[in-house]
């Protein structure tokens, strides 16, 4: 199904990888990687505030020529204009953060950044078959179709096209492996694909107890791809009763993933019909603490 902004985290999981390789650091400048994007006073913006969402551009999107043509994506995300000063506010950006990170992905591998996400996180997970950024024709028949009160597109193209905030496609099973594997420490099984050093420091909140201007306010204790549910009493998506260290991520109107490191427990809730708030947010907090009161 498709997973939304679930897939914002596989995305900066394909970060999390090169920065381990020594290939970035998360405190280089984004225009370190792409020179382009100083343009429009966004010279200064570091990875970690795009992975934070406080980079000054919630606004961002690309046009649907870029699916296809990702030297246009380029250009079109280094054109972005600021709404705000970098690092002075903290507001969800909902295409934008994950679009550069893809950009960065691309300038430093000289590869295609869905191909990178699979190759260095989803393939040596033994998880390829089980999530995708970018549907091959050959696997589009698995995708289920999705619905909501505004028509969405269930092209062809766009379950190919794989958009980095957005745009992913997965199995419950898949995802709750993958949060196995953050939970592991960077462990899954056998496999080891990063250390417990670097998940422990994008795991943890990077915003405090900021409200999120997107987010009515809300702390959202951003992490580096997931949010940590912290001690606030309003939260969204984790469970009101989740232990504080739990993180997770999840996706418009649909679904969540979340694991909590106290239990070791990994959970993914996800549908096909995109449901509004308030009955959505309500629904998410229900199902968590359904699964967080039968754990032992």
């Known amino acids: 199904m498709l997973l939304f902004s679930q897939t914002k985290v596989l995305t900066s999981s394909a ?17 370190d990687h792409l020179p382009e994007f100083a343009q429009r006073g966004k010279g200064e913006i570091t990875l970690h505030q795009v992975m934070t969402h406080q980079g000054g551009f919630p606004s961002g999107d690309v046009t649907k020529a870029t699916w296809s043509d990702h ?26 953060a994950h679009l550069t990170q893809a950009m960065v992905i691309e300038a430093i591998t000289g590869q295609d950044y869905r191909a990178v996400i699979r190759d260095k996180v989803l393939a040596p997970l033994g998880l390829a078959n089980d999530i995708y950024v970018g549907v091959p024709a050959s696997e589009q028949e698995r995708c289920a179709d999705t619905y909501a009160p505004e028509p969405r597109d269930n092209s062809v193209e766009f379950k190919a096209a794989g958009m980095p905030s957005g745009g992913g496609y997965a199995t419950a099973r898949g995802m709750a492996a993958f949060y196995q594997m953050v939970l592991g420490r960077g462990r899954l099984g056998d496999v080891r694909l990063l250390s417990p050093r670097l998940i422990a420091y994008v795991t943890r909140s ?50 969540y993933s979340w694991a909590d490191p106290t239990s070791g427990v990994s959970f993914t809730y996800i549908t096909n019909f995109m449901s509004p708030d308030p009955w959505h947010t309500a629904r998410l907090d229900r199902v968590a603490n359904l699964v967080h009161a039968a754990i032992d």
């Open 71 to 96: 030297a246009r994506m380029r250009a079109e995300v280094c054109d972005f204009s600021l709404d705000w000063t970098p690092g002075t506010r903290l507001q969800y950006h909902p295409r934008a």
């Open 15 to 31: 970060v999390w990888a090169l920065v381990e390789e020594g290939k970035l650091s998360f405190m280089d400048r984004i225009a």
């Open 206 to 255: 990077h915003t405090g107890e900021r409200g999120d201007d997107a987010m009515g306010g809300i702390p959202m204790h951003r992490g580096l791809g997931p949010h940590v549910r912290g001690e606030s009493e309003r939260i969204r998506g984790l469970g009101t009763i989740g232990a504080p260290e739990t993180f997770g991520h999840g996706g418009a109107g649909t679904s």
